[in-house]
């Protein structure tokens, strides 16, 4: 994570505390930033992929936006991932304790950084997880 941002201190601290879920099921993996998930590796083993990125296109740069905004966000996230040939798994992020409403969003499997940098950027916004081989995600700041 990069030390210098233009991203509020509060903003990071909320994004590390978020829990980023992929699926909607009781069987969903949550992911922490810095904790391994082992389960997320096996993931990666079953889809012979060694990273993957969870990104959303709610609310840019933090800011509440319309439901209607983020529902066209959210779709067009979904035909990019597509047009990448990526599989994609629905999910959401969501910091339990505040207000702040869940976001949805989509884990890309086999997503490398770069790219996967480029398309948070392309939907403003503030972060991605990223997760390499080793499983462990990373808040990855954009701004």
């Known amino acids: 994570m990069s030390e210098t941002t233009q991203i509020?201190?509060?903003?990071?601290?909320?994004y590390l505390a978020t829990y980023y879920r992929l699926g909607h099921t009781p069987?969903?993996?949550?992911?922490?930033?810095?904790?391994r998930s082992?389960?997320?590796?096996?993931?990666?083993?079953?889809?012979?992929?060694?990273?993957?990125?969870?990104?959303?296109a709610y609310n840019p740069q933090g800011t509440i936006q319309?439901?209607?905004?983020?529902?066209?966000?959210h779709a067009e996230l979904?035909?990019?991932?597509?047009?990448?040939?990526?599989?994609a798994i629905e999910g959401s992020g969501s910091?339990?304790?505040?207000?702040?409403?869940?976001?949805?969003?989509y884990f890309a499997l086999g997503l490398t950084l770069e790219p996967?940098?480029?398309?948070?950027?392309?939907?403003?916004?503030?972060?991605?997880?990223?997760i390499g081989a080793d499983a462990v995600p990373q808040l990855i700041l954009l701004r």
């Open 95 to 105: 910091e339990e304790g505040t207000d702040w409403p869940s976001e949805k969003s």
């Open 66 to 73: 319309s439901d209607a905004a983020n529902a066209q966000g």
């Open 8 to 14: 509020h201190p509060d903003k990071v601290r909320a």
């Open 27 to 35: 069987q969903d993996i949550v992911l922490t930033i810095g904790k």
């Open 116 to 130: 996967a940098k480029a398309i948070g950027i392309h939907f403003d916004q503030d972060a991605i997880v990223w």
């Open 78 to 87: 979904a035909s990019k991932l597509q047009e990448l040939g990526l599989q």
């Open 38 to 56: 082992g389960r997320l590796a096996a993931l990666f083993a079953g889809n012979g992929v060694h990273c993957g990125a969870f990104l959303t």
